[in-house]
């Protein structure tokens, strides 16, 4: 068996963690994400412009990344489901940009209002409109294991969509356990199909924590070659359409793992560590992660 020797962390804390917790200032939101920017991560989702009436959470999405203060070495991107989105995220200056649709039909409606292929369709300008521009588009794909209303996926359509999400030109496809239900097994069945029809160079894993069993599927996604990882500093978040969901991994979680597999992030985990504290002051709540609260004590 042998495991990557780099993996690369892709920080949702910002996007998919503070999408899903209590409204907090902008200030906080450009600290948060200064403070990320020193902890030697190289992406850091920064915000999505979709519908504030949707979710009023990222509301000031536009604000945050224009204070934030850039470092070179650092990706700073954001979620666009539609043009509409992408001529915001082109304002405030995101280097790359996130398409995201579901391998199911209910997931893809209660939370883009359309259907599968209507959102491909969709995303076919914004691709065209980000690529003029030299945007790398990354792809989200929902629900991989399973959907919340349309019950187990199964791994042929999870490999149909993520080409599909290529064709259209995304640069990399995240793959993600909304629900969190998945576990090594399903997570292995999934990836080889996916794998079957995707260079792993351009497969992203996206675990959701609710069912405590990310870090096993991410030790099962390593095994397999994979070395792009979303992670949560201090497991902040969920998803607003998939009730009952908590957060992504927690990256201190991730890059303890890591750490411990002899497997190079380029990330300072007591500085990541901090950064969830921090954040967990403003949110009046604990860090949602094993290895936060040990290294606290
Ligand atoms: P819609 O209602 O079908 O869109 O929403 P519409 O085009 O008919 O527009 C309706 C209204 O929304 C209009 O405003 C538009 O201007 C406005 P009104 O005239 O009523 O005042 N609007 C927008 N406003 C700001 N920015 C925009 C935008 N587009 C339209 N870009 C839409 C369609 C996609 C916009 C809506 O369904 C939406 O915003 N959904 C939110 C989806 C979302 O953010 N979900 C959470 C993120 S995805 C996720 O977390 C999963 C992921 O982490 C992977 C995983 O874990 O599985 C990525
Ligand atoms: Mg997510």
Known sequence: MTLPSHVKIVEMGARDGLQNEALI?????VNFINQLSATGLTHIEAGSFVSPKWVPQMADSKQVMEKVIRRPNVIYSALTPNLQGLEQAIEAGADQIAIFTSCSESFSQKNINCTLMESLERFIPVVERASSLDIPVRGYLS???DCPYDGATPPEQVAEIATLLLD??????????????????RVQQMLSAVQQVIPTQQIAVHFH????QALANIYQALKMGINVIDSSVAGLGGCPYAKGASGNVATEDVLYLCRELGIETGVDLDKVAQAGWDICKVLNKEPNSKVSMAMRG
Do not use: A, H, Q, R
Not at 168 to 185: A, F, K, N, Q, R
Not at 209 to 212: K, Q
């Open 25 to 29: 200032n902008t200030e906080n939101k």
């Open 168 to 185: 259209v030109g995304c640069i990399e496809v995240s793959l993600g356990d909304t629900i969190g239900t998945g576990t090594p097994i």
């Open 209 to 212: 924590d609710t069912w405590g």
């Open 143 to 145: 629900c991989v294991i």
